[in-house]
């Protein structure tokens, strides 16, 4: 079953189409990014998605749930951590979270031992008793999430989870979303940092100016983009640019102390230069093979026409 399921939303605001069409499946299971530039449209398909933002036309269903016309069905499957989340700034840490639970008709039990689990995994067991009031925008930040996964949803949304977060705070985060997965979560979170999506999701959807544009795992993206593999080499002696010409080397360039040799095939290319090294009793100091990135991928899909 498709975890989400949005058939062709539209949203305008006044003048502004923010969302043009977008017709999206996330299976059941998986960690799915939503990739834009800034105003591309994510933040209003999710808020249609989640039901805060009736759309123009078009549907969304969570696990089969209209959200529209059955919204108790679908949010009970749902936690949602919104662009800018809010918590109870006058309870403490763990009050948010035990509320929380309560809304979601946990019992007492159940909420407690919850709430000490995530406090943990979040690296807040210390300031349990603290007001939120005084905590730092990255505190509130994993108090938002914390809420938003006490009732283990199967579904977990995040609108920019790890933005404005500092190198701990993004890994205890992205720990956490990583352990809802493996616990048995969907997760779907927007992001604009590439190297993060990359590494977490397992599928990725790419918006630009309201439409999808791609969608795909990270690496059938870059796939996609595949035009420029090289294999850089550095030698114990100079070279001249004659020793790299061979059927299928496109060309070679000289890169500071480096060669490097453009080819469509980079196994083509390594065995050439380790065999020409041999003939030419050269030593290889050190080789490398380019690998296409996401980030190109991204800028290429999303660039002005
Ligand atoms: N409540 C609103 N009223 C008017 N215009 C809005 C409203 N919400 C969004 N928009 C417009 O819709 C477009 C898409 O905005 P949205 O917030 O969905 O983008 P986003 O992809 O989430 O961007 P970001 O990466 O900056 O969060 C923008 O042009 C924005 O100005
Ligand atoms: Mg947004």
């Known amino acids: 079953m498709n975890a989400v399921e949005t058939e062709d939303l539209r949203k ?15 299976p059941e299971g998986g960690i ?3 990739l834009g530039p800034n105003g591309a449209g994510k933040t209003t398909t999710i808020r249609m998605m989640t039901g805060v933002l009736i759309p123009d036309s078009g549907s969304a269903r969570i696990f089969g749930n209209d959200v529209h016309s059955d919204p108790l069905a679908a949010k009970l499957k749902m936690g949602v951590i919104p662009e800018n989340g809010t918590v109870y700034s006058d309870l403490t840490a763990e009050e948010n979270i035990l509320i929380t639970g309560k809304f979601y008709g946990m019992d007492k039990e159940l909420r407690e031992k919850r709430a ?3 406090l943990e995994w979040l690296g807040l067991t210390e300031r349990r008793n603290d007001l939120v009031r005084m905590f730092s925008k990255g505190m509130r930040q994993r108090i938002s999430i914390a809420c938003a996964i006490v009732h283990s949803p199967p579904l977990l949304i995040l609108d920019e989870p790890t933005t404005g977060l500092d190198v701990y705070s993004r890994r205890l985060v992205i720990d956490t979303i990583r352990r809802m997965n493996s616990e048995g979560s969907t997760i779907l979170l927007t992001t604009h940092n590439i190297e993060e999506a990359n590494m977490l999701c397992s599928d990725i959807g790419i918006i630009n100016k309201g439409r999808i544009v791609a969608t795909g795992s990270p690496e059938k993206l870059k796939k996609t983009f595949d035009t420029s593999r090289y294999v850089e080499v550095s030698f114990n002696k100079t070279v001249a640019e004659s020793y790299f010409a061979a059927t299928g080397i496109t060309r070679a360039e000289q890169w500071g102390d480096k060669w490097r040799i453009y080819s469509d095939d ?5 065995k050439h230069v380790a065999s020409m090294a041999e003939r030419e009793h050269l ?11 996401l980030e190109e991928a991204f800028v290429k899909l999303t660039e002005e026409a």
């Open 12 to 26: 305008s605001f006044g003048p502004v189409t923010a969302v043009d069409g977008v017709s999206l499946s996330i």
């Open 116 to 118: 000490g689990e995530i």
């Open 266 to 270: 980079p196994d083509l290319a390594v």
């Open 283 to 293: 030593s290889i100091i050190s080789i490398a093979t380019s690998n296409p990135t």
């Open 32 to 34: 799915f990014g939503f």
